[in-house]
Nanobody
Framework: QVQLVESGGGLVQPGYSQRLSCKVS????????MGWYRQAPGKQRELVAM???????RYSGFAAGRFEIDKDYDKSMIYLQMNALKPEDTAIYYCHERRLGTWGQGTQVTVSS
């Protein structure tokens, strides 16, 4: 059983950057099965970025060029670097492991001046 714990959310001003972290435990670290999703108030959960086996990470349109997903094998961590943040990026961001369908508890990111 895998456990995912996100951190790094908070209040950030438009145009600034934020980095989210996801600690993976309880299972062999397999970043190619992992990704980040988000859910804004009143909207469905949507993909932000994900690793895929044998290829470059996949990004949703709103994330391409602004966000970057990364991993650290030594620390069993997944990261989401978010740059040039916009108010519409306000959401709860979730770490997801798709082999087992596991979700973290989420971390709130609020982009506001």
């Amino acid at each position: 059983q895998v456990q995912l714990v996100e951190s790094g959310g908070g209040l950030v001003q438009p145009g600034y950057s934020q980095r989210l972290s996801c600690k993976v435990s309880g299972s062999r670290f397999s970043p190619n099965a992992m990704g980040w999703y988000r859910q804004a108030p009143g909207k469905q959960r949507e993909l932000v970025a994900m690793f895929i086996s044998g290829g470059s990470p996949r990004y949703s349109g709103f994330a391409a060029g602004r966000f970057e997903i990364d991993k650290d094998y030594d620390k069993s961590m997944i990261y989401l670097q978010m740059n040039a943040l916009k108010p519409e990026d306000t959401a709860i961001y979730y770490c997801h492991e798709r082999r087992l369908g596991t979700w973290g508890q989420g971390t709130q990111v609020t982009v506001s001046s």
